[in-house]
């Protein structure tokens, strides 16, 4: 069994990956900004089944800093790179979200390619390859790539550091080995109270945030099954220095297609769940006055079909289906007292 580093060791997929990981018999490292999240993440992870927890532990490390990166990786076989910055809020600069997702990503880069570790697995986004374009018909495969005029700071963020760090393996890598893996919406059930953006927006459906559903479209994919794909990325030689999209399938999802699927399915968990779509329109009027309603506004009324083939045929991957996914996400958010 190898020693494995996952960056953004308290995250929703790292933790996930970690649990994963550490039933496979391996020996995890994992970074966090600080250690003062450590013990939370040990007890999150114990709570959850967590075996092998004695091979599990943490280092303080920054993707802004350069300190601690070597520390952590060295004796690493693997680095699974999921960490990355996200925006609790409508940025006004996009550089606040783009210098930190490249730097830090050429920052881990650098030091697993001095550490003599074997492949790099990157979390990077379906936001770099299928955004940008309008009234496409043809699926978008792992050939392609966001237009980045328009984007939304977040996924230009995505998009960027992804190029960086491609770019980087052809120029200065080396013999290090480089796979992405650019995931849709990620949702799943919770390991602690953390959520991710993907799985609030299920508790926002649940608890009537969103009153109406505006017409935005997207894929999904399970946070399980999104860890699975990581490993095989790390362990399948054929995965060298390739993408792969993953999405559970490749035919997207209005938001009031959630909604419905959380109505019909858990019933009694959706007394407050919208049963109608917001106009175009009125998003757009909202977008005057409010960051978060402009934001939202390049994203309205495009559908993104998907090819996700490659990580079927040539990794055996084999993901659970959209509604399955949102159901067990309405679950763990009851189980957890969040919805």
């Given at each position: 069994m190898s020693i494995i580093l996952v960056t953004g060791g308290s995250g929703f997929v790292a933790s996930h990956l970690i649990l994963k990981l550490l039933k496979d018999g391996h020996t995890v490292r994992a970074t966090l900004r600080s250690l003062s999240k450590e013990q939370h993440v040990r007890s999150a992870l114990q709570k959850a089944g967590a075996i092998n927890l004695d091979r599990l532990s943490f280092h303080a490390?920054?993707?802004?800093?350069?300190?601690?990166?070597?520390?952590?990786?060295?004796?690493?076989?693997?680095?699974?790179?999921?960490?990355?910055?996200?925006?609790?809020?409508?940025?006004?600069?996009?550089n606040e979200l783009i210098g930190p997702a490249r730097e830090g990503t050429l920052r881990v880069l650098r030091a697993a390619r001095d550490a003599h570790v074997k492949r790099v697995i990157f979390t990077s986004s379906f936001a770099a390859i299928g955004y940008g374009y309008k009234d496409r018909q043809e699926p978008f495969t792992e050939a392609d790539w966001s237009v980045l005029e328009g984007l939304p700071p977040y996924h230009k963020s995505k998009a960027l550091a992804e190029k960086a760090a491609w770019k980087f393996i052809e120029a200065e890598g080396g013999n290090l080995e480089l796979c992405v893996i650019n995931p849709v919406g990620i949702f799943g059930p919770l390991i602690s109270n953390e959520m991710s953006a993907s799985v609030d927006l299920i508790k926002k459906l649940m608890d009537g945030s969103i009153a109406r559903c505006p017409?935005?479209?997207?894929?999904?994919?399970?946070?399980?099954?999104?860890?699975?794909?990581?490993?095989?990325?790390?362990?399948?030689?054929a995965a060298k220095n390739e993408r792969f999209i993953a999405s559970c399938d490749g035919k997207p999802l209005a938001l009031i297609d959630v909604a419905r699927i959380i109505s019909q399915g858990r019933p009694d968990k959706a007394k407050r769940v919208p049963t109608a779509e917001l106009p175009t329109w009125v998003v757009k009027l909202a977008a005057i006055f409010s960051p978060a309603a402009r934001d939202m506004v390049p994203l309205l009324d495009i559908i993104r079909p998907i090819n996700n083939d490659k990580a079927k045929t040539v990794l055996g991957w084999v993901p659970r289906t959209a509604r399955d996914t949102i159901l067990d996400t309405v679950d763990s958010l009851m189980e957890h007292g969040i919805a």
């Open positions: 490390a920054d993707l802004t800093e350069d300190k601690g990166w070597a520390e952590a990786i060295q004796g690493c076989s693997f680095v699974h790179h999921v960490a990355s910055p996200f925006p609790g809020h409508a940025v006004k600069d996009e017409k935005t479209y997207f894929n999904i994919v399970d946070v399980r099954d999104l860890a699975d794909l990581h490993i095989r990325c790390m362990l399948d030689p």
